[in-house]
């Protein structure tokens, strides 16, 4: 059956503008260089070696913080030298950050990074950074950065705030457990369906009990569950037939949302709109289905893309109330289901 024939493939929707594209640096074992002595320059100094960074300070006049941490360094090695920085210190470094009060030596530092290759931040002028440092949530290994450009520091702070809050910091034991157990699934013998599977009731898992210390009992406990699936090696749930009101993305199940994060292939037809597949992941296949399209055809469709070990989502939006079931001779690929209408989204 052709791509053709079935219907369109539909590309989702460009992404819209970023002031800042988000990026995470490994600086383990790297080393960067910091001009300037003043209490910004020591917080700077204090998140380069959080991540592991060896940092040469290069400072006249240091704060008493920036001589803390050059004695007290929290993971990278931190070394404070009592001069001005010259342009031969920026060689080989990974990142260089300078404090400079006046545009001329702000410049002058950006020049000197640039003609070394080294990406740099000046505190406070945005017009010789090539980065920025935004409000962190540190839930290390899990690490989350906000940024306005600039905008509102102090709103980007409330921000964090509010994340911190809401985020547990047991997800730091379960992200680092999920490092540990990463090379033990995949060493597990369980198909790539049957690994995603993992990781799904992992997070689900995590999210639920982020207070809990991560063991044995929970890897086992999720090895096996992620083996149950059919005969064939077909995940039991690789296909869902799910009923959409379809302009309404406000009116969607938790469980549907559910589905349509963890799908590859999505099916739709025209009624269905953008707002509800902005849900899907963004590298789903999402493909429209042809008015002309009989259910048998449909079901064999859904059948031949999980075969392949894909997720599949069939968005019907016309009132369809009881899943059609699979024909016998495909029996051994899971069968649709309906997702009820239960479990609504409600907003706190």
């Given at each position: 059956m052709s791509l053709n024939r079935i219907g369109s493939r539909v590309m989702p929707e460009r992404l819209g503008t970023l002031a800042r594209l988000p990026l995470f640096f490994a600086l383990n074992g790297r080393r960067a260089v910091i001009a300037g002595g003043s209490p910004a320059a020591a917080w700077k100094v204090e998140l380069l070696s959080a991540a592991g960074a060896g940092v040469d300070v290069f400072a006249v006049d240091a704060c008493s913080d920036l001589v803390q941490f050059a004695a007290e360094f929290p993971s990278g090695n931190v070394i404070l030298h009592r001069r001005a920085w010259a342009a031969a210190d920026l060689a080989g470094a990974a990142l260089a950050v300078g404090d400079f009060p006046d545009d001329d030596q702000a410049a002058a530092f950006a020049a000197a990074a640039h003609a070394a290759g080294?990406?740099?931040n000046v505190i406070d002028k945005p017009a010789h950074c090539d980065f920025s440092f935004g409000a962190i949530v540190n839930r290390s290994p899990l690490v989350i950065g906000i940024s306005t450009d600039g905008a509102a520091p102090v709103f980007a702070r409330a921000i964090r705030g509010k994340l911190e809050a809401l985020l547990p910091k047991g997800f730091a034991r379960w992200t680092a457990a999920a490092a540990r157990w990463r090379a033990a699934v995949r060493?597990?013998?369980?198909?790539?369906?049957?690994?995603?599977?993992?990781w799904e009731l992992f997070a689900v898992h995590a999210v639920a009990h982020a207070d809990d210390e991560p063991g044995r009992d929970e890897?086992?406990?999720?090895?096996?569950?992620?083996?149950?699936?059919t005969a064939s090696g077909i995940d039991r749930d690789a296909v869902t037939v799910v009923d959409v009101d379809g302009d309404d993305a406000d009116s969607l199940t938790l469980r549907t949302v559910r589905a349509l994060h963890a799908a590859d292939v999505i099916l739709f037809d025209e009624q269905v709109s953008h707002p509800i597949l902005d849900f899907a992941r963004r590298e789903a296949r999402k493909i429209r289905i042809g008015k002309t399209m009989r259910d048998a055809e449909i079901e064999a469709l859904l059948i031949e893309f999980a075969k392949q070990d894909a997720r599949v989502v069939q968005l019907k939006s016309r009132d369809y109330r009881n899943a059609a079931q699979i024909p016998k001779q495909a029996s051994?690929?899971?069968?649709?289901?309906?997702?009820?209408?239960?479990?609504?989204?409600?907003?706190?």
């Open positions: 080294v990406p740099v060493a597990s013998g369980l198909s790539f369906a049957g690994r995603r599977r993992f890897f086992e406990s999720f090895i096996v569950k992620a083996k149950g699936g051994r690929c899971a069968a649709p289901h309906l997702v009820p209408d239960n479990d609504l989204i409600t907003a706190d």
